[in-house]
């Protein structure tokens, strides 16, 4: 039997968290340290959602995931990066006279 043990540490709960606890990381920087910490701490994955830095909202906003990534790789951190955007896909239908034609 296989013992070992893999642990995901999600960083950043998905949905509307921001305003549930003051301790939720919200910038990419914030993110990338949390990320870091829970590596360092034994994590071999960091399950993250970023957030608008502004509101603390999800977001999807690719800059975002760029900027956290970037962090991560510059400590050289050895953690499996599991990016999330957690708000499911948008589906935009098109006018009423042809909804099948797809926004």
Not at 9 to 17: D, E, H, N, R, W
Not at 44 to 68: N, W
Request: hydrophobic letters at 35%.
């Amino acid at each position: 039997m296989n013992r070992n043990i893999i642990i995901s540490a999600a960083i950043s709960g998905s949905g509307p968290t921001e305003n549930k606890t003051p301790h939720l990381p919200i910038t990419p920087k914030q993110l990338a340290d949390e990320a870091i910490a829970a590596a360092k701490a034994g994590a071999a994955i960091a399950h993250i959602h970023v957030r608008d830095p502004k509101t603390g909202a999800p977001s999807r906003d690719i800059h975002l995931y760029k900027e956290v990534v970037d962090r991560i790789r510059q400590e050289s951190t050895d953690v499996i990066i599991n990016l999330r955007t957690g708000m499911g896909g948008d589906l935009l239908l098109g006018p009423d006279s042809n909804p099948t034609e797809l926004g």
